[in-house]
């Protein structure tokens, strides 16, 4: 099946910094992509959904000025973490949605931790 | 808004035994229905969903589904499972138009197959 890539798997940083979550689409063009955080115990949430050369849409309640996400490209989609704080640690997880078969397949995740 | 009810969130069958996981729904449109599955340290894959036409839909690994439009539910069903097939389960679901929208997950169900 389609593979998506997520980069890195784990990052630890500091406080106050910023990090950068890459999602590569390996073997299909995404025309969108998703954004997802799950906390400890809890489902997916539904950060923001980015289409290929226009601004992402964010869900209700998710800072755009605090998770910057760009889709510059059909295979590339990154989410910043701007000014990380310890209650951005989290499980992040993109989702890309080939344009073809519209099926959406997952990454394998980013563990988050801010210290 | 969308929601997804999973009922079961721990779930420890022998091998052999059958399953039955349930997911209910609220959406007052027609709907998007998927299972995934997470084994441990993977990252999400599709085991089946539907979209429309027969409501039992067969997925991978011996697992099935069946949309039961009246009651928003979509049950995952295995007659018999194995020990491989220890992992978190989740329902999730998405508005029908066009998969342009991200999907909204239950908080899903760790299965325990023991041996």
């Known amino acids: 099946g389609a593979v998506v890539s997520q980069h890195p798997s784990r990052v630890i940083c500091k406080s106050g910094t910023s990090v950068k979550i890459e999602c590569r689409s390996l073997?299909?063009?995404?025309?969108?992509m998703f954004w997802y955080r799950q906390f400890p115990k809890q489902s997916l949430m539904l950060m923001a959904t980015s289409n290929e050369g226009s601004k992402a849409t964010y869900e209700q309640g998710v800072e755009k000025d605090k998770f910057l996400i760009n889709h510059a490209s059909l295979t590339l989609s990154t989410l910043t973490v701007t000014s990380a704080h310890p209650e951005d640690s989290s499980f992040y997880i993109c989702?890309?949605?080939?344009?073809?078969?519209?099926?959406?397949?997952f990454g394998q995740g980013t563990r988050l931790t801010v210290v | 808004a969308q929601s997804v009810s999973q009922h079961n969130h721990h779930v420890i069958l022998s091998e052999a035994a059958s399953l039955e996981l349930g997911c209910n729904y609220s959406?007052?449109?027609?709907?998007?229905l998927f299972w995934y599955v997470q084994y441990p340290g993977q990252h999400l894959q599709l085991l089946l969903k539907y979209f429309s036409g027969d409501p039992l839909v067969k997925g991978i690994k011996g697992f099935e589904a069946e949309f039961i439009k009246s009651k928003f539910s979509f049950n995952l069903r295995k007659p018999s499972v194995q020990w491989s097939d220890t992992a978190e389960y989740f329902c999730a679901v998405r508005n029908s138009g066009g998969g342009a929208d991200g999907l909204t997950f239950g908080k899903g169900t760790h299965l325990i197959i023991q041996p």
């Open positions: 073997d299909f063009q995404a025309t969108t």
């Open positions: 959406y007052g449109g027609t709907v998007n």
């Open positions: 989702s890309a949605r080939d344009g073809v078969t519209t099926e959406a397949f």
